[in-house]
């Protein structure tokens, strides 16, 4: 997302939607991308993880979640470190919230979309309230915590944050279990190369103050 947004414009035609570049993304929305598949017309919530992109070469950067809701046309921001926009994480954010009523317009998804309409203005952003972490290297777990909960319609304001450290402890063997299942079953993920937001992996851990 972040390679296609150098060059994105508000006037952007078809033809920079048929780009090889673009069209990374546009199989997301059609349910082709073997990652994710299931369209995009079938659903009313795409739960998509954000990671802050480090500045001058700093190492240190942050995950969030965004929850793109396409009913209301919005997107909810769930953050472990702020209930509040800030610059950093707001811009980021914004990159979304711009691009992607152009994606679905060129998708033509108000065609198979069942209650999307056809206006495709900017996506509204709202920061949620959520749990926040005391550790500086928390923000992922709490990243997983929330679309599960999300996912089981239950509040996400409910869960401790101390009880993170035992959430840590029933995912990790969780991930192996999960891990010798598609080693024994022969199932593979392919790669994620073309189309990284990213260059190179980045440590991560969460500052108290970006």
């Known amino acids: 997302m972040l ?16 780009d090889d570049n673009q069209l990374v993304l546009t ?27 480090s500045e001058d070469n700093d190492v240190v950067t942050h995950f969030l979640l965004g929850v793109l ?15 509040e926009p800030y610059e950093q994480g707001m811009k980021h954010i914004e990159m ?32 949620q309230r959520s749990p926040h972490q005391a550790g500086s290297t928390d923000c992922g777990a709490f990243l997983i915590k929330y679309v599960e ?12 944050p101390e009880d993170i450290s035992n959430f840590r402890k029933e995912l990790a063997p969780n991930l192996w279990a999960h891990g010798e299942w598609k080693r024994n079953s022969g199932y593979d993920t392919s790669p994620e190369n073309i189309g990284d937001d990213y260059d190179s992996e980045n440590k991560t851990s969460c500052p108290k103050e970006l």
Not at 3 to 18: G, R
Not at 149 to 159: R, S
């Open 3 to 18: 390679i296609v947004y150098k060059d994105f414009n508000e006037e952007a035609s078809d033809l920079f939607w048929c």
């Open 27 to 53: 199989p997301y929305v059609w349910g082709d991308n073997r990652r994710c598949g299931i369209a995009w017309t079938e659903v009313d919530k795409i739960f998509f993880p954000c990671r802050l992109p």
């Open 69 to 83: 809701d396409l009913n209301e046309r919005k997107i909810d921001v769930y953050d472990s470190i702020y209930s």
């Open 96 to 127: 979304y919230a711009r691009m992607i009523p152009h994606l679905l317009k060129f998708s033509q998804f108000e065609k198979n979309h069942k209650s999307f309409g056809y206006a495709f203005n900017k996506f509204d952003i709202q920061w």
């Open 149 to 160: 909960l999300l996912m089981m319609g239950k509040d996400v304001e409910k869960f401790q």
